[in-house]
Nanobody
C-alpha cells in the first residue's frame, strides 16, 4: 500500500493550493496531513475520518484549510486558501486503518502509512 502526495508548489501570500493524497488499492479509516517547516519539528495540520464523523484542524489553519474525500483515488484533498508565508513547509499525508479518536489525531505515531511529502512555498 502506498500513499502519494502531490500538488505542492510556489504561491504568493493570499493565494491557494490544493494538495492530493492518493492511496493505492483501498481506502483507510483515518487520513491526516502533517507539515514540517525548515528547522522545525513536524506538526499536525488536519485529521479526517473517511466516514466523515470526525475532522480536526490545527488552530493555525482552521477556517483556511479544508480536507475532503477523493473517492476516485481512495484519498483526500487538502484545499489551502489564504496562504501565509508561515504555511511554507513540506506537507505529508498519513493514513491508518483505525478510526482514530479526536484526541489521537494529532499524534504522528498513530499513523501507519505515510506519503513522501510535497513542498509548499508561500512567498510574501
Amino acid at each position: 500500500v502506498q500513499l502519494q502526495a502531490s500538488g505542492g508548489g510556489l504561491v504568493q501570500a493570499g493565494g491557494s493550493l490544493r494538495l492530493s493524497c492518493a492511496a493505492s488499492g483501498r481506502t483507510f479509516s483515518t487520513y491526516a496531513w502533517f507539515r514540517q517547516a525548515p528547522g522545525k519539528e513536524r506538526e499536525f495540520v488536519v485529521g479526517f475520518r473517511w466516514s466523515g464523523s470526525t475532522t480536526r484542524y490545527a488552530d493555525s489553519v482552521k477556517g483556511r484549510f479544508t480536507i475532503s474525500r477523493d473517492r476516485a483515488n481512495n484519498g483526500v484533498f487538502l484545499q489551502m486558501n489564504s496562504l501565509k508565508p508561515e504555511d511554507t513547509a513540506v506537507y505529508y499525508c498519513a493514513a491508518d486503518d483505525r478510526s482514530l479518536i479526536f484526541s489521537s489525531m494529532t499524534r504522528d505515531n498513530g499513523y501507519a502509512y505515510w506519503g513522501q511529502g510535497t513542498l509548499v512555498t508561500v512567498s510574501s
